[in-house]
């Protein structure tokens, strides 16, 4: 805060709107864009994960693993993204606590579905009712990420499944000529080459992974929606220093050219990335690059 805002209603416009800019309610907001960063930094290596083990899972010969591949991606990719947010959450957060109370409180005699209530021991709480602050928000933001990865692991699974079949076959049967076995066939001539094949699926998915991060306010993490909605807001003298008016189109017009930027950013990142990969390989990439050199 500016040494110059001990009074903002005696202030010019410009020196309101810096200390305005700048009080502890807004200091949330700026957090917030780190909350979203972080949210994707974790969860895009995750669902990553998630969709290598789906694909790898669809493609084994192994009849059970296949169909149980082959069932994640086309159950979760069926399911509107905002149902599985709002389910999955709820049914996770009581699957912990159902398992909780078993353990912890096995004297339970009370049942534990009551109605429409789901009615478990205080010490079965997740989090627990007099846990700090960043437990609670902590607990939230880990079942964000966890329903973050499933859904667009199952996305993921799909493109790299696609990107495995795309692979020549003539590879892989030269790989088994020289005596390499499946394993090393898989993880050396497979994988490698499979990437050059995925990436513009999986770069559409980090844009559309990018988009999806304002349902962290449906799963009840404050990021920069929230914020944007409780700052913008109208706000009265009486509760405030900083009176205004209803201001939200502002702060959603700020957003937008957040996300436009961020998209934009990532569009360089990635182009750079295709570039690098399509380098010398037989694909429409790589041959655009070869006559360019020529």
């Not at 966890?146 to 499944?161: D, E, K, M, R, S």
Request: glycine share 8%; aromatic share 14%.
């Amino acid at each position: 805060m500016f040494s110059f805002c001990t009074d903002p209603s005696t202030l010019p416009d410009w020196q309101w709107m810096a200390c305005y800019l700048t009080t502890g309610k807004h200091m949330s907001i700026y957090t917030s864009v780190l909350t979203v960063l972080l949210l994707l930094g974790i969860t895009a290596p995750i669902a990553l994960a998630f969709g290598f083990g789906g694909a790898t899972a669809a493609r084994s010969q192994i009849a059970p693993l296949r169909w149980f591949g082959k069932t994640y991606i086309a159950i979760v990719r069926g399911v509107p993204d905002i149902a599985f947010f709002l389910f999955f959450v709820i049914a996770l957060d009581q699957a912990v606590e159902y398992l909780r109370h078993k353990v912890l409180c096995p004297d339970w005699e009370a049942p534990i579905r009551q109605g429409n209530d789901f009615v478990v021991c205080q010490a079965a709480k997740m989090p627990l009712g007099n846990a700090p602050q960043w437990v609670h928000e902590s607990y939230g933001f880990g079942l964000a990420v966890v329903t973050f990865a499933i859904v667009f692991g199952a996305f993921a699974a799909n493109v790299l499944f696609g990107a495995m079949r795309a692979v020549p076959k003539a590879q892989l049967e030269t790989a088994e000529a020289y005596g390499m076995s499946q394993h090393q066939t898989f993880w050396r001539i497979l994988v490698p080459q499979m990437w050059v094949y995925a990436l513009p699926g999986l770069s559409n998915l980090w844009m559309v992974l990018i988009k999806a991060t304002p349902l962290l306010f449906l799963l009840g993490v404050e990021d920069i929606v929230y914020w944007a909605r409780e700052l913008g807001g109208t706000k009265t003298p009486r509760f405030t220093d900083y009176p205004h008016g209803d201001w939200r189109m502002w702060y959603f017009l700020a957003l937008l050219v957040f996300y436009l930027l961020f998209t934009r950013v990532s569009e360089i990142v990635l182009g750079r990335i295709m570039s690098r990969l399509t380098s010398g390989q037989a694909t429409s990439g790589g041959e655009a690059q070869r006559k360019a050199a020529a």
